[in-house]
């Protein structure tokens, strides 16, 4: 039982391993809830937000309630994982409170009466995502050896899978037969149970913890505020380019400017400041941890042309499709994204278990791959007017496999894989990945859907095989932890 760590020719305590079987189940479940209450608000939003702005007002700006959210979670990953690093002992303080803003947040838009209340919380909701995947799944691993949390890990696949089938389908029946105030009633319990188990589980004091955390100088106030001015003005410019900032417009341009110029600062933050900086030089010199981002930014990039446009090429252009006419447009777009969460429910444990039993999350990722490049391949080739919806929900079926192995790989690899001393401020620079891929891709594909809305598809496809297959080759690069360091770790 690895409760015990060396470092040097010292034993330390482990506190979280050696917590009591209650308090570890306590955090492990409250951390699955948060997933789930997350991605079902997140695969909801597209019903939720509409209704809402149906009868209180708003239909012209709820858009920019989902623009909005995610980024104070892109500037709060890199935040939380430096505190992380610092002190373990914070983690469930960061962990339990960004739930508990969570918590905060729908409970508004449970009770507004107005559409600007909505989009004013929603501005803290990023924090949930900080929260789950940037602190959650290194709790995980704190709590847990190798094996065990591999497998632990693996379920949070389960559990987003879970939450992809639930949301999209029980979300709209809920609204459309209660209304969208009981459906966010429902996501406040989760959200608050999720906060009070996280809360009251597993603790441990800073000097017990103290062995686990990465020492350093004190906290990078310049690279918090120069990594904040840089991603929070380039998600503003990519994810509202389309109706609130135009691309091409002065203010998108100034953003996009002052981006580039934040970017500048904080590189020059970095070389003066090294391993003290808000993202430590080693971090990015790291090998494993640039090929995760990197892969984790280039799936969520060609994901998006699945996951956001395929149920609205079914709803618009094969609305005349048998089947589509006898389930209705509106459920025909939601089955294609509920049969891609199907084969994650069984697939989640093990691809959590391979990753922890070879130290490396690479073979996963190649099987993944494969299918991943596969299917993208096929829809550039299908997707045109008149293809019948059942080819769609068969590839749709189908890219299950890689959506399972990326979920996987995001939340088991980085834990299994990186030294302890990246483990958590290298997991936050990887889950920064996922939401720049995917403000970009939503940025890129509007445009392209926009100006052309049936061949613009097939282009957004293309450009998402070519991500997909510069991250089969990238791949290839991350390094297998060799046996003995994966022991120490």
């Known amino acids: 039982m690895e409760t015990r760590m060396n470092q040097g020719a010292e034993e330390h305590f482990n506190p979280f391993m050696e917590a009591p079987s209650i308090k570890k189940t306590m955090t492990l479940v409250g951390i699955y809830l948060a997933v789930i209450a997350n991605l079902m608000v997140s695969t909801t939003n597209s019903v939720v937000l509409p209704a809402a702005a149906a009868e209180i007002g708003g239909m012209d700006i709820y858009g920019l309630a989902q623009g909005i959210s995610g980024i104070l979670g892109v500037c709060a990953m890199p935040v939380f994982g430096f505190i992380g690093a610092r002190n373990p002992a914070a983690k469930r303080l960061l962990a339990g409170g960004a739930l508990a803003v969570g918590a905060v947040v729908i409970l508004v838009r449970t009770l507004a009466t107005n559409m600007m209340m909505i989009i004013a919380v929603n501005v803290f909701w990023g924090l949930v995502s900080a929260g789950v995947f940037a602190i959650g799944f290194t709790m995980i691993r704190d709590m847990y050896e190798k094996n065990q949390a591999g497998l632990r890990l693996g379920l949070v696949g389960t559990m987003m899978s879970i939450a992809m089938l639930v949301g999209p389908l029980g979300g709209g029946f809920i609204v459309d037969r209660v209304g969208w105030r009981f459906f966010c009633a429902i996501l406040l319990v989760f959200l608050v149970a999720s906060s009070a188990l996280i809360l009251c589980g597993v603790k441990a004091t800073k000097e017990q913890a103290a062995f686990l955390a990465v020492k350093g100088g004190s906290f990078d106030f310049a690279g918090?505020?120069?990594?904040?001015?840089?991603?929070?003005?380039?998600?503003?410019?990519?994810?509202?380019?389309?109706?609130?900032?135009?691309?091409?417009?002065?203010?998108?341009?100034?953003?996009?400017?002052?981006?580039?110029?934040?970017?500048?600062?904080?590189?020059?933050?970095?070389?003066?400041?090294?391993?003290?900086?808000?993202?430590?030089?080693?971090?990015?010199?790291?090998?494993?941890?640039?090929?995760?981002?990197?892969?984790?930014?280039?799936?969520?990039?060609?994901?998006?042309?699945?996951?956001?446009?395929?149920?609205?090429?079914?709803?618009?252009?094969?609305?005349?499709?048998?089947?589509?006419?006898?389930?209705?447009?509106?459920?025909?777009?939601?089955?294609?994204?509920?049969?891609?969460?199907?084969?994650?429910?069984?697939?989640?444990?093990?691809?959590?278990?391979?990753?922890?039993?070879?130290?490396?999350?690479?073979?996963?990722?190649?099987?993944?791959?494969?299918?991943?490049?596969?299917?993208?391949?096929?829809?550039?080739?299908?997707?045109?007017?008149?293809?019948?919806?059942?080819?769609?929900?068969?590839?749709?079926?189908?890219?299950?496999?890689?959506?399972?192995?990326?979920?996987?790989?995001?939340?088991?690899?980085?834990?299994?894989?990186?030294?302890?001393?990246?483990?958590?401020?290298?997991?936050?620079?990887?889950?920064?990945?996922?939401?720049?891929?995917?403000?970009?891709?939503?940025?890129?594909?509007?445009?392209?859907?926009?100006?052309?809305?049936?061949?613009?598809?097939?282009?957004?496809?293309?450009?998402?095989?070519?991500?997909?297959?510069?991250?089969?080759?990238?791949?290839?690069?991350?390094?297998?932890?060799?046996?003995?360091?994966?022991?120490?770790?």
């Not at 020059?268 to 993202?279: H, P, Q």
């Not at 749709?396 to 302890?420: D, E, H, Y």
């Open 224 to 489: 918090t505020v120069a990594i904040m001015v840089f991603l929070g003005g380039l998600m503003i410019a990519l994810s509202m380019g389309g109706n609130y900032v135009p691309f091409g417009s002065a203010l998108n341009t100034a953003l996009l400017i002052i981006s580039v110029v934040a970017l500048i600062a904080l590189a020059i933050i970095i070389k003066k400041k090294g391993d003290d900086a808000i993202v430590p030089a080693n971090a990015l010199k790291d090998r494993n941890t640039l090929v995760f981002t990197g892969a984790n930014m280039l799936h969520n990039f060609g994901a998006m042309t699945i996951s956001f446009f395929i149920p609205g090429f079914i709803m618009r252009t094969l609305a005349t499709d048998p089947t589509v006419v006898a389930l209705g447009p509106a459920l025909a777009g939601g089955i294609a994204s509920a049969l891609m969460a199907v084969l994650g429910l069984f697939l989640g444990p093990i691809f959590g278990k391979i990753i922890a039993k070879n130290n490396s999350a690479k073979g996963v990722m190649i099987f993944g791959n494969v299918f991943r490049v596969v299917i993208m391949a096929a829809f550039v080739l299908v997707l045109v007017p008149g293809v019948p919806v059942w080819v769609i929900y068969i590839l749709m079926f189908l890219a299950g496999i890689f959506n399972s192995q990326q979920t996987v790989t995001q939340s088991a690899g980085p834990q299994i894989q990186l030294k302890p001393s990246l483990r958590t401020i290298g997991n936050s620079v990887i889950q920064l990945g996922q939401n720049l891929g995917s403000a970009i891709a939503m940025a890129v594909f509007t445009l392209l859907v926009g100006m052309d809305p049936v061949g613009g598809m097939r282009m957004c496809m293309i450009c998402a095989l070519v991500a997909w297959i510069i991250l089969f080759i990238i791949t290839f690069f991350l390094q297998k932890v060799p046996e003995s360091e994966a022991e120490a770790n």
